[in-house]
C-alpha cells in the first residue's frame, strides 16, 4: 500500500491562536489524500466568562495647569505607558500643553524584597510609594528615566502616587517597576479599589437622589459592564441617619459584584427623642419636656391638627415647652411632637399624654 499524501483545510471556526469569543465556536477541518478521498473532523472550544466586574484601583485625575490647577477629569488607568507625543491625552478636557496629571492607586507586589521604580517622563515627575516621595524630577526636560528602590510586602496593596505635568512640547511619562519575582514592567491596575460612604445633607431641599455614577468606584471587566443598580436612589427627610445601599454591576455575560455603603443622611431633626409630660388638673398650665433637645431645631406641639403653646427652639439639652389650661381639655389628650430643621419637618417618634383630671366637686359638708 502506498503512502497517500493528505492536505488538510480549515472549513469552519477560527484558526490555532486566534482569540475566541465567549461561547461555543465550532473548527471543522477537512483531509483530502492525493486520490480526493476525503475526511471531516469537528471540535468545540468552548470559552465561558466566570470573572464578576472588578474596581480598578489605578486612576488618573487630568486637571488644567502645571500645578493641578483645576480638575477637569477622572478616568480609570489599565497601564502607566503613555507618549502623546505633540498630541493631546486621553482627557479631551485638557489641552496638549500645559496640564498636569495625578495618578493614584496601589501595587501588590509578589514577594517580599527591594524593588525599583523607573520613571519616565518629558516634563515633571514625582513618585511617592507609601507616602514617601523617592523620585522628584519636577523641571521642565526631554524624556529622561529616574529610578528609586523601595522595600515591599508581599501579597499587601502599597498607594502609590504619580505626579507629572507637561509644559510643551512632547509629552511622555510611564512607571516600571522590577524586583523579586517581577521582570521589569510598566504598574498595571491590581484592583482591590475600595467603595466609599457617601454623606447626603437635606438641610436645604428635604430631598436628594443618587445614581450608579455616585457609587461606582470605578468597576471594570473585560467583556463589557451591561448593568448597573442601585437598591435606594431617593431619599427625604425620614431617611435621616444610616441606609445601607447596594450597587449591583453585571457583566454582559451576567455575572455580577456587589458595593455595599452607608449613605449617611443629615440635616434633620432627630425624632427619636424621648418626651415627659405632667398629669395636671384642670384649669392648670402643664409642661411637656423634650429631652436632649437639639440645637437648630424648633419644636412645636399639636392636639390633633391644632398646634398648642408656642414653638420653642432646642438649647441642646431638656427643652420645657409650656401648654396653657385652656388648650388642653379633662381627660387624656395625646399630643404630637413636631420637629423642625430647614426643609425637613418630623413628629418625634414619642407621642405623649397629657392627662388633665377633672376638679374635685364636693357635695356637702357636714358637722355633729
Not at 488607568?77 to 478636557?93: D, F, I, Q, R
Not at 528615566?145 to 512632547?170: D, R, S
Not at 440635616?267 to 411637656?288: F, H, I, R, W, Y
Request: charged share 15%.
Amino acid at each position: 500500500m502506498e503512502f497517500q499524501p493528505v492536505i488538510i483545510t480549515q472549513t469552519a471556526g477560527l484558526p490555532t491562536g486566534a482569540v475566541f469569543p465567549v461561547g461555543t465556536t465550532t473548527n471543522t477541518f477537512l483531509a483530502t489524500d492525493n486520490s480526493g478521498n476525503t475526511a471531516t473532523h469537528s471540535f468545540d472550544v468552548i470559552v465561558s466568562d466566570n470573572t464578576a466586574p472588578e474596581i480598578a484601583s489605578l486612576k488618573a485625575e487630568y486637571y488644567n495647569g502645571r500645578d493641578f490647577n483645576t480638575l477637569m477629569e477622572t478616568l480609570n488607568v489599565s497601564e502607566l505607558n503613555y507618549n502623546w507625543g505633540s498630541g493631546a491625552p486621553e482627557s479631551t478636557l485638557v489641552g496638549i500643553d500645559n496640564f498636569s496629571i495625578r495618578f493614584q492607586g496601589n501595587v501588590k507586589a509578589p514577594q517580599t524584597g527591594t524593588y525599583t521604580f523607573y520613571t519616565t517622563s518629558d516634563d515633571g515627575v514625582r513618585l511617592c510609594v507609601d507616602g514617601t516621595r523617592i523620585i522628584n524630577n519636577w523641571t521642565d526636560h526631554g524624556p529622561t528615566v529616574n529610578t528609586a528602590t523601595v522595600n515591599l510586602i508581599a501579597g499587601q496593596a502599597t498607594p502609590i502616587k504619580l505626579e507629572f505635568y507637561e509644559n510643551g512640547g512632547g509629552a511622555v511619562i510611564k512607571l516600571e517597576w522590577q524586583g523579586p519575582g517581577l521582570a521589569r514592567e510598566y504598574v498595571k491596575d491590581s484592583g482591590g479599589g475600595t467603595c466609599t460612604d457617601l454623606v447626603l445633607d437635606l438641610s436645604v431641599s428635604g430631598a436628594a437622589t443618587i445614581d450608579a455614577d455616585d457609587i461606582d468606584p470605578g468597576y471594570t471587566d473585560a467583556c463589557g459592564i451591561a448593568t448597573r443598580v442601585v437598591s435606594q436612589t431617593a431619599f427625604d427627610c425620614n431617611d435621616s441617619g444610616d441606609n445601607a445601599v447596594t450597587l449591583t454591576v453585571t457583566d454582559v455575560n451576567g455575572n455580577s459584584s456587589f458595593c455595599n455603603i452607608n449613605v449617611q443622611v443629615i440635616g434633620a431633626p432627630d425624632n427619636s427623642l424621648g418626651v415627659t409630660v405632667d398629669t395636671k388638673c384642670d384649669d392648670e398650665d402643664a409642661n411637656a419636656t423634650i429631652q436632649n433637645s437639639e440645637l437648630g431645631v424648633s419644636y412645636s406641639l399639636y392636639l390633633g391638627t391644632s398646634q398648642i403653646g408656642t414653638s420653642v427652639n432646642g438649647t441642646g439639652s431638656d427643652l420645657n415647652i409650656m401648654v396653657l389650661a385652656a388648650d388642653l381639655p379633662v381627660g387624656n389628650n395625646s399630643i404630637t411632637v413636631n420637629a423642625s430643621k430647614g426643609a425637613c419637618a418630623l413628629d418625634l417618634l414619642n407621642s405623649p399624654t397629657v392627662l388633665i383630671n377633672p376638679k374635685p366637686d364636693p357635695v356637702g359638708i357636714f358637722h355633729e
